[in-house]
Nanobody, 124 residues
């Protein structure tokens, strides 16, 4: 089992920044690729960003690339999501998730473990 705990969410004004963290425990962190997802009220959970187990490879949903940056520190068992130039439409619960490192671009259902989420609210 892998336990994932997100933190760093909160209320921020449009144009501001937040850095989300996701701390993992339970198994070897570098055995997993990591992803961030988000879910706005009454909307489907959507993919945000993914990082390989080594941190070398990343990819993003196209609309967010350039504003959001995913990174990880395997020594600290933590993955991060730096969010800049935030917009009201970024308001959502943000979740981190872990997929076996063998997947280069896992589907959502291939992420085996999920955190409970952290709320991000962007005011206009």
């Amino acid at each position: 089992q892998v336990q994932l705990v997100e933190s760093g969410g909160g209320l921020v004004q449009a144009g501001g920044s937040l850095r989300l963290s996701c701390a993992a425990s339970g198994r070897t962190f570098s055995d997993y690729a990591m992803g961030w997802f988000r879910q706005a009220p009454e909307k489907e959970r959507e993919f945000v960003a993914h990082i390989s187990w080594s941190g070398i490879s990343t990819y993003y949903t196209a609309s967010l690339k350039g504003r959001f940056t995913i990174s990880r520190d395997n020594a600290k068992n933590t993955v991060y999501l730096q969010m800049n130039s935030l917009k009201p439409e970024d308001t959502a619960v943000y979740y981190c998730a872990a997929a076996p490192r063998g997947y280069s671009r896992p589907r959502r259902d291939q992420y085996d473990y999920w955190g409970q989420g952290t709320q991000v609210t962007v005011s206009s």
